[in-house]
T-cell receptor
Framework: DAGITQSPRHKVTETGTPVTLRCHQT?????MYWYRQDPGHGLRLIHY???????DKGEVSDGYSVSRSKTEDFLLTLESATSSQTSVYFC????????????FGPGTRLTVL | DAKTTQPPSMDCAEGRAANLPCNHS???????VYWYRQIHSQGPQYIIH???NNETNEMASLIITEDRKSSTLILPHATLRDTAVYYC??????????FGQGTELSVKP
């Protein structure tokens, strides 16, 4: 499982509240990614990071921000959650060192009421 | 990254080989073929990848045609636990993965 954990695993929140999802890895991987998965859309990239304090936008970044203040943690924040952000969120890492295969965490199911 | 085309669904009998096709006719010379699968409610799982040669690992085999315009993922002895959505992805390498709709494989007893 490449040492990836996500927290919380499930969350229900109300529209307009801030939400932070955490991705934690134990193996010092440089590259980390946040995806969301919705029926009919497959997985879509939100943001990614290629090192501490180095992040970039993916294809569906509006309404989301990220931070990476240390190698092991990549945080995804919804500043003001909306119902359209109800989704399953997956974190992924790339070990690097000659491979760019991505390995995924178990996911966080977020419901915004 | 090149576009891929996969059948939306397939059935396979338990214990038989499952052969999942993927068309990637616009693939360029430096693009790899990756396969992932996603079992219901879990994160996508890496299976195998290749450039031009056939590849085999403990999970599956990947057969890439000589012109590289298509490939087949082979699960040699499918079990009920192989029921999942299988994604074929073509990419140069590095950065994001672009997931299509994949093939929903149902392994039946």
């Amino acid at each position: 499982d490449a040492g990836i954990t996500q927290s919380p695993r499930h969350k229900v929140t109300e529209t307009g509240t801030p939400v932070t999802l955490r991705c934690h890895q134990t193996e010092n991987h440089r590259y980390m990614y946040w995806y969301r998965q919705d029926p009919g859309h497959g997985l879509r990239l939100i943001h990614y990071s290629y090192g501490v304090k180095d992040t970039d936008k993916g294809e569906v970044s509006d309404g989301y921000s990220v931070s990476r203040s240390k190698t092991e943690d990549f945080l995804l924040t919804l500043e003001s959650a909306t119902s359209s952000q109800t989704s399953v969120y997956f974190c992924a890492i790339t070990p690097g060192l000659g491979t760019d295969t991505q390995y995924f965490g178990p996911g966080t199911r977020l419901t915004v009421l | 990254d090149a576009k891929t085309t996969q059948p939306p669904s397939m059935d396979c009998a338990e214990g038989r080989a499952a052969n999942l096709p993927c068309n990637h006719s616009t693939i360029s010379g430096n693009e790899y073929v990756y396969w992932y699968r996603q079992i219901h409610s879990q994160g996508p799982q890496y299976i195998i990848h290749g450039l031009k040669n056939n590849e085999t690992n403990e999970m599956a085999s990947l057969i890439i045609t000589e012109d590289r315009k298509s490939s087949t993922l082979i699960l040699p002895h499918a079990t009920l636990r192989d029921t999942a959505v299988y994604y074929c992805i073509v990419r140069v390498g590095g950065g994001k993965l672009i997931f299509g709709q994949g093939t929903e494989l149902s392994v039946k007893p």
